[in-house]
């Protein structure tokens, strides 16, 4: 239905910003509920942000909230996760991850989402 890539990781020293893009190279991303989720040195993936279509109400995890912006631009079919105030904490593989509307579930679960992106790498040095 759609094809997520994610894009913008890189190395970056602690306390910088980096900004990163899930773009879909085929099908369209306004039908679905979108998040981040990311997997780190102990190979467990966790949710990051959700945003709805309206964009009216984004979700954080309390890790990330304050530090982290989620955003959504549906007539460019892309997602963005703008990261600030950065720590060696943060350092994973971010994933972005799309759900069906209207479906009842924990938006922060993995089960919620069913297309995936393969990832991309942010390093933070101290």
């Known amino acids: 239905q759609v094809q997520l890539v994610e894009s913008g990781g890189g190395l970056v020293q602690a306390g910088g910003s980096v900004r990163l893009s899930c773009i879909a190279s085929?099908?369209?991303?306004?039908?679905?509920?979108l998040a981040w989720f990311r997997q780190g040195p102990e190979n467990e993936r966790t949710f990051v942000a959700a945003i709805n279509w309206a964009a009216d109400s984004p979700v954080y995890a309390d890790s990330v909230k304050g530090r982290f912006t989620i955003s959504r631009d549906n007539a460019k079919n892309t997602m963005s996760l703008e990261m600030n105030s950065l720590t060696p904490e943060d350092t994973a593989v971010y994933y972005c991850?799309?759900?069906?509307?209207?479906?009842?579930?924990?938006?922060?679960?993995?089960?919620?989402?069913?297309?995936w992106g393969q990832g991309t790498q942010v390093t933070v040095s101290s």
């Open positions: 085929e099908g369209t991303l306004e039908p679905y509920l």
């Open positions: 991850a799309a759900g069906l509307r209207f479906r009842f579930g924990v938006v922060s679960s993995e089960e919620r989402y069913r297309y």
